[in-house]
């Protein structure tokens, strides 16, 4: 896992151009104004690129990032914002973040406690008036990663209190999520599905949205059974969900976005409603985020379950590389469980 981009704030530079209240914050991120299709990898760059021109505060920095990165979301960026805004570094994560926070150290020791430290008289880096850290760093299967590239290393940051962690499912949720994030006082680990960077195409805005953070999506309605999941694992559910409905299931579909401090009020209705939940995600089954959300419902829900909750998740194995196949949580693999859920 390597933490490739970080996106700061710093003082000393010119005032902003325009104040970050002008943005739309939008549920979905809909608008009446102009939108194009396009991938993750780039709306991602969109997003960076209006972080940059609101806020001259703004810089980007990290492992190749001056000529693209090695995913292509910061081509551009050095040429209109110049090498002081945007520029590389050692391949050193933990100098990466250091320089981030303005003193040393590494997300979990100084980050996360910042605030609580300084008796909530600082942010993260930089002044109280101008909040923030946002990590960006590539996680998720790839199809070919392997042991190093295709790990799903989020409940080792959701364990952390003082940092909030997201994740998106889609261009259009990249691009208003990333800038929320940018803009939001704590710091924040920003996980981009490897396997959506080229693969996800939809229709984005092009002006300058946000997306609520810690607000989970309801994206397919149902009566049976709540799935529970975030990330690229969405689409694969989305699949297992469509087939489970030839069948005479009904699903209900929710995305997360925000793991810390994740939405347990929707999903607590969801589970009231449906009696039956399943989650799924692509890290090993033991200790991962699943088991949090499994043991919030068993607490909230007890009386309403009609089954035990369902988890369809990786191995607990190291990310193999042939066998990746069998390692991942497929659609099938989720039918399966819904089927046996729903029969339960």
Same mark, same amino acid.
Not at 128 to 136: D, E, S
Not at 188 to 212: G, I, S, T
Not at 239 to 262: F, H, M, V, Y
């Given at each position: 896992?390597?933490?490739?981009?970080?996106?700061?704030?710093?003082?000393?530079? &010119?005032?902003?151009?325009?104040?970050?209240?002008?943005?739309?914050?939008?549920?979905?991120?809909?608008?009446?104004?102009?939108?194009?299709?396009?991938?993750?990898?780039?709306?991602?760059?969109?997003?960076? @690129?209006?972080?940059?021109?609101?806020?001259?505060?703004?810089?980007?920095?990290?492992?190749?990032?001056?000529?693209?990165? &090695?995913?292509?979301?910061?081509?551009?960026?050095?040429?209109?914002?110049?090498?002081?805004?945007?520029?590389?570094?050692?391949?050193?994560?933990?100098?990466?973040?250091?320089?981030?926070?303005?003193?040393?150290?590494?997300?979990?020791?100084?980050?996360?406690?910042?605030?609580?430290?300084?008796?909530?008289?600082?942010?993260?880096?930089?002044?109280?008036?101008?909040?923030?850290?946002?990590?960006?760093?590539?996680?998720?299967?790839?199809? @070919?990663?392997?042991?190093?590239?295709?790990?799903?290393?989020?409940?080792?940051?959701? @364990?952390?209190?003082?940092?909030?962690?997201?994740?998106?499912?889609?261009?259009?949720?990249?691009?208003?999520?990333?800038?929320?994030?940018?803009?939001?006082?704590?710091?924040?680990?920003?996980?981009?599905?490897?396997?959506?960077?080229?693969?996800?195409?939809?229709?984005?805005?092009? @002006?300058?949205?946000?997306?609520?953070?810690?607000?989970?999506?309801?994206?397919?309605?149902?009566?049976?059974?709540?799935?529970?999941?975030?990330?690229?694992?969405?689409?694969?559910?989305?699949?297992?969900?469509?087939?489970?409905?030839?069948?005479?299931?009904?699903?209900?579909?929710?995305?997360?976005?925000?793991?810390?401090?994740?939405?347990?009020?929707?999903?607590?209705?969801?589970?009231?409603?449906?009696?039956?939940?399943?989650?799924?995600?692509?890290?090993? &089954?033991?200790?991962?985020?699943?088991?949090?959300?499994?043991?919030?419902?068993?607490?909230?829900?007890?009386?309403?379950?009609?089954?035990?909750?369902?988890?369809?998740?990786?191995?607990?194995?190291?990310?193999?590389?042939?066998?990746?196949?069998?390692?991942?949580?497929?659609?099938?693999?989720?039918?399966?469980?819904?089927?046996?859920?729903?029969?339960?």
């Amino acid at each position: 896992m390597g933490l490739r981009n970080i996106i700061g704030k710093r003082l000393g530079l &010119v005032r902003r151009r325009k104040p970050f209240s002008t943005a739309t914050c939008d549920g979905d991120g809909n608008s009446n104004g102009n939108a194009k299709s396009i991938n993750l990898y780039s709306a991602i760059n969109q997003a960076l @690129h209006i972080a940059l021109e609101t806020d001259n505060r703004a810089f980007v920095f990290g492992e190749d990032v001056s000529f693209g990165g &090695v995913f292509r979301c910061t081509t551009g960026l050095a040429d209109r914002f110049g090498k002081a805004r945007v520029f590389n570094t050692p391949l050193c994560e933990q100098g990466i973040v250091g320089f981030g926070i303005g003193l040393a150290a590494m997300i979990v020791n100084e980050a996360a406690k910042f605030r609580y430290r300084s008796g909530n008289q600082f942010n993260c880096g930089v002044s109280n008036k101008f909040p923030g850290l946002t990590i960006r760093a590539p996680y998720g299967a790839v199809g @070919h990663g392997g042991h190093y590239h295709s790990q799903s290393p989020e409940a080792f940051f959701c @364990h952390v209190p003082g940092i909030k962690v997201v994740i998106p499912r889609s261009p259009r949720q990249a691009k208003g999520l990333l800038l929320s994030c940018i803009r939001d006082p704590n710091p924040v680990v920003f996980f981009e599905p490897k396997w959506l960077y080229r693969l996800a195409v939809e229709e984005v805005p092009e @002006h300058d949205y946000m997306l609520p953070l810690s607000e989970a999506e309801v994206i397919r309605q149902g009566s049976d059974i709540t799935l529970v999941g975030w990330g690229a694992q969405l689409s694969v559910m989305e699949q297992a969900c469509n087939q489970a409905e030839k069948d005479g299931i009904s699903c209900e579909l929710i995305d997360l976005r925000t793991l810390l401090p994740w939405d347990k009020e929707t999903v607590e209705a969801s589970v009231r409603k449906t009696g039956r939940v399943l989650i799924s995600h692509e890290a090993p &089954v033991t200790g991962g985020f699943g088991a949090e959300i499994s043991a919030s419902i068993v607490e909230r829900c007890f009386l309403r379950l009609e089954a035990p909750v369902a988890r369809v998740c990786g191995l607990d194995t190291p990310f193999p590389l042939v066998f990746e196949p069998f390692y991942m949580p497929t659609k099938n693999k989720i039918l399966d469980a819904i089927k046996a859920t729903v029969n339960y």
